[in-house]
């Protein structure tokens, strides 16, 4: 970094820049004077730059366009600044951070996405603290990738998953450590040997209908048939564990079988929180290896969930899914376990 940092500022809308309305909290605080008086309260030595979506939005609205729109901006800006700051809303803080990771491998600056729980102007607002945290972990030089910064602790952009609505540390990284930027330097990932792979030149993010199924007990073929009529581009089954599901469920291992031959990619995750997806490691688990459906490994369900979107808008069928799934392209997955 230069001695005096360039950063802008992306307000795409969220709690931080939220005021009261009869209607709930809605986007309408001037964030802009905000983060300027934070700066020049702060003390530290950057120059920046203000941004924001034509329509900023609740987060609770972001698609796939609004990813391609990030990433098209920061593109367009790379060169006119040393890193860059996104303001974001919680409820899909993760999935935009690991979606802008995916596209953005070559990207060579720091992108630090962050929100508050609170908004700026109200008591116990967190907003000042997150804000200045990303500045500084753009600024300190240790890392030129996408991250995700909150309550004090910086997470990889693919490696985060929201734990919390309710306390002010909304984030945590389950398999994989925070990183580490005070010091000058980034933790190392547990193989020093795995490094991501990355995209090169990646088309724009495009919507696909990718159906989210939740195993429950009782859960019924017909039920899960009917959830995938008519059929998805991708399914993502989140199963119990390390990836068992009811497979005595008459009719559903046929059902997940006849999706996956017909070039519908069915991805298990856990519902877990901390979890290695293994489908060799019980029975139950096995009947979904024997249908041809993917294990998630170690990924959070947002990562999985943006990078089957990315790479549909590559155009990876079903049958070359596996292999980029498992393809480490942004560090959000660990390296894989020796055979057995």
């Not at 996104?86 to 992108?111: E, Q």
């Not at 899960?224 to 599901?245: H, K």
């Not at 024997?290 to 990924?299: H, L, Q």
């Amino acid at each position: 970094m230069p001695d005096r940092a360039r950063i802008q500022f992306l307000y795409t809308g969220g709690t931080l820049g939220m005021v009261g309305s009869p209607r709930g909290l809605e986007p309408g605080a001037d964030v802009r004077g905000e983060i300027a008086a934070l700066l020049r309260d702060s003390g530290l030595d950057v120059s920046s730059g203000f941004s924001e979506f034509h329509r900023t939005i609740d987060s609770s609205n972001v698609t796939p366009a609004d990813w391609q729109q990030m990433v098209d901006h920061l593109r367009r800006h790379r060169d006119e600044y040393d890193g860059f700051v996104v303001l974001h809303g919680t409820n899909t803080l993760a999935h935009s951070a690991a979606g802008v990771s995916y596209a953005l491998t070559d990207f060579g600056r720091p992108v630090v996405f962050t929100g508050a729980q609170v908004p700026f102007g109200t008591a116990g607002s967190d907003a000042p603290g997150n804000v200045l945290g990303a500045v500084e972990a753009v600024i300190s030089g240790a890392f030129a990738s996408v991250a995700l910064f909150f309550d004090g602790v910086l997470l990889a952009g693919a490696r985060a998953t929201k734990v919390s609505a309710l306390d002010m540390r909304g984030f945590a990284s389950p398999h994989a450590e925070p990183l580490e930027w005070r010091s000058g330097s980034v933790r190392e990932e547990p193989d020093p040997l795995a490094r991501p792979q990355g995209w090169k030149n990646p088309l724009p993010y495009r919507g696909h209908d990718i159906a989210v199924i939740t195993a429950v007990p009782g859960m019924s073929a017909e039920r899960f048939r009917a959830m995938t009529t008519p059929r998805p581009s991708a399914v993502i089954f989140r199963t119990y564990g390390a990836g068992e599901g009811p497979g005595e469920e008459e009719g559903l291992p046929e059902a997940v079988g006849e999706l996956v031959s017909g070039g519908t990619p069915v991805v298990v995750v856990s519902q877990s929180l901390r979890a290695r997806v293994d489908l060799g490691r019980y029975a139950a688990g096995e009947f979904l290896r024997r249908a041809g459906a993917i294990g998630a490994e170690d990924m959070t369900f947002e990562a999985v969930y943006t990078k089957l979107m990315f790479l549909l808008s590559q155009g990876v069928d079903g049958q070359h899914m596996e292999k980029w799934l498992l393809t480490d392209l942004a560090g959000e997955v660990s390296a894989p376990r020796p055979a057995r």
